[in-house]
């Protein structure tokens, strides 16, 4: 049965909460699967700004691409951050990717990056943190819209839900 449209209630907003600047190696090509092209990329390090915390990405993680047989990649990114005041963060960024049949066609070409109106990038980012003053990252929703820069850094907006 529908919900009555007075109960649905308003939309939620949104707050930009983090950006996160991401390096990446060079991609480890893993293979064909049932699922597609599978495709590993280490993170490298990089840094991020929160609303009232900044610090570093730490190297040692991973991004585990998979491209699908119908052409939307998945991210399966897990990494760590370090904020200015020693606390670790743990990250896992859980995304698609789609990419227009022109940005596809730039991409053969090797085009890197491709245009931002030739693609579409969001994650769920869900955060591990210590006790105390950023545990409200574990108790939020949060959306992420994901830039490519260049073959070697992405950018990460993280908003939370509202």
């Not at 930009?16 to 599978?38: C, Q």
């Not at 963060?89 to 990717?97: A, D, E, K, V, Y």
Request: charged share 20%; with cysteine.
């Amino acid at each position: 049965m529908a919900e009555p449209l007075e109960l649905m209630g308003a939309a939620p907003k949104l707050q930009r909460v983090m950006t996160l600047r991401v390096d990446i190696g060079p991609e480890v090509m893993m293979g064909e699967s049932v699922e597609g092209m599978r495709c590993n990329y280490p993170i490298l390090g990089g840094d991020f700004e929160g609303l009232d915390f900044n610090g570093q990405v730490l190297a040692g993680g991973e991004d585990l691409f998979l491209l699908r047989p119908d052409g939307v990649g998945q991210l399966d990114a897990r990494y760590s951050l370090r904020t200015d005041q020693g606390e670790l963060i743990n990250i896992r960024n859980i995304g698609l990717l789609n990419i227009t049949e022109y940005g596809r066609q730039l991409e053969r070409q090797g085009q890197c990056p491709i245009p931002e109106t030739e693609y579409h990038c969001t994650c769920t980012p869900v955060f591990q943190v210590p006790q105390g003053r950023l545990d409200w990252l574990t108790r939020a929703s949060f959306i992420g819209h994901v830039h490519y820069l260049n073959a070697s850094q992405v950018v990460i907006h993280c908003y939370r839900f509202y």
